[in-house]
Structures are given as C-alpha cells and as structure tokens.
Antibody
Framework: EVQLVESGGGLVQPGRSMKLSCAAS????????MAWVCQAPKKGLEWVAT????????YYRDSVKGRFTISRDNAKSTLYLQMDSLRSEDTATYYC???????????WGQGVMVTVSS | DIQMTQSPASLSASLGETVTIECRAS??????LAWYQQKPGKSPQLLIY???SLHTGVPSRFSGSGSGTQYSLKINSLQSEDVASYFC????????FGGGTKLELK
C-alpha cells in the first residue's frame, strides 16, 4: 500500500523558514517523480514544486521560485520542501504527492498545515 | 499558465441521480486532464486520468470524457459517499487545477 506521511508544519512568522518532510513507503521511491501541492484554507489546489525521480531536475511555480527548494533523499525514501522568506499568502495545507511522469498525481499524503502569521 | 474553469461551483443532487461536472481549459490540453475527489477534511484522491481512464479501485459509476478544451466528469447513480468536492487538473503544461465543484445531497 502506498503511504505518504508529511511532517514539519506549524506556525511561523513572516520572513522565517520552515522545512517539510514526507516519508514514503509501499513503493520504490527512487522510481517516481514527486511533488508538493498546496491548498489555502477553503480554497482550491495549487501545484508548488516537482522533483524528478533521481533529483536531477526540479520545477517550481513562479510565486515560490527563489524561496522554496524541493529535494529528496532516495536512501531514506523521503521528500523535502525547504520554505524560506515565508509570506502570509503561503498559509496552506501542503500535500506530498506522487507525480506520475510529471502528469497527474496518483497518491497523496494526508497533508500538513503551515500558518504564516506574526 | 493554462487556466482551468470548472462549472458549476456547487451542485445539489439526489441519491441515484446522474451528475455531470464540466471543466474548460484556456487552450487545447490534448486530453492531459485528471479528476480528483476530495472529501471534507481529507486529501484529494485521483479518480480519472488521461481524460477518460479510471484510476485503480475507483467505482465504475465515475467516468470522464472530452477533448480539446472541454472535459466532463459524470457520476452515475449518485451514492451518499460521493458527497465531496471535485477538481480537474491539466498536465499538458505545468499543472493547474480548476476551482472545484462542491457536490451535496438534495
């Protein structure tokens, strides 16, 4: 069974940093591209970033370029999202998802809430 | 960015009814479209990919169709467990999602 378990969320002040983690199990992690998708409270879904199966390529939405960094440790089957210079508009639930060939997202974690507020 | 416009934004239907949700892309996405179901307080779950392919384990009452810029999700014989929000997503370009359709029981 595919499982994705996020951790690391919480309350953070504007301008500060936070790092999210996603522990994967139930599939061969290093065979799959992975992504982060966010959802602001009572809003729709927004793709944030994607990393290729081997970590050699990364892709970001414009609003997070230069502030967020997606990475992975295939030995630990873990995906990361380093979020720097956080803004109030980054407040959202962040989901880790398996990104099938950088197309659709076939499995999602339960999500972790990030609140950016002073 | 490719804009995805979903309609209706909300929908009320009776048990056993057939429901259709539409999604329009701002340009041709060549069947690069997925549909997701999100129940309250839960993460999204993939229903349909490549516009009309059913994801593993999804009931056959769900179906997808369309081409070009116009796509639809149909739910036959609505069940109580189908109460949820539904989102479309294009992947012809960097992923973008529709605004969602909230489905409730009448």
């Amino acid at each position: 069974e595919v499982q994705l378990v996020e951790s690391g969320g919480g309350l953070v002040q504007p301008g500060r940093s936070m790092k999210l983690s996603c522990a994967a199990s139930g599939f061969t992690f290093n065979n799959y591209d992975m992504a982060w998708v966010c959802q602001a409270p009572k809003k729709g879904l927004e793709w944030v970033a994607t990393i290729s199966y081997d970590g050699s390529s990364t892709y970001y939405r414009d609003s997070v370029k230069g502030r967020f960094t997606i990475s992975r440790d295939n030995a630990k089957s873990t995906l990361y999202l380093q979020m720097d210079s956080l803004r109030s508009e980054d407040t959202a639930t962040y989901y880790c998802a398996r990104h099938m060939g950088i197309t659709y997202f076939d499995y999602w974690g339960q999500g972790v809430m990030v609140t950016v507020s002073s | 960015d490719i804009q995805m416009t979903q309609s209706p934004a909300s929908l009320s239907a009776s048990l056993g009814e057939t429901v259709t949700i539409e999604c329009r892309a701002s340009e041709d996405i060549y069947n690069g479209l997925a549909w997701y179901q999100q129940k309250p307080g839960k993460s999204p779950q993939l229903l349909i990919y490549n516009a009309n392919s059913l994801h593993t384990g999804v009931p056959s009452r769900f179906s997808g169709s369309g081409s070009g810029t116009q796509y639809s999700l149909k739910i036959n014989s609505l069940q109580s467990e189908d109460v949820a929000s539904y989102f479309c997503q294009q992947y012809y370009d960097y992923p973008t999602f529709g605004g969602g359709t909230k489905l409730e029981l009448k």
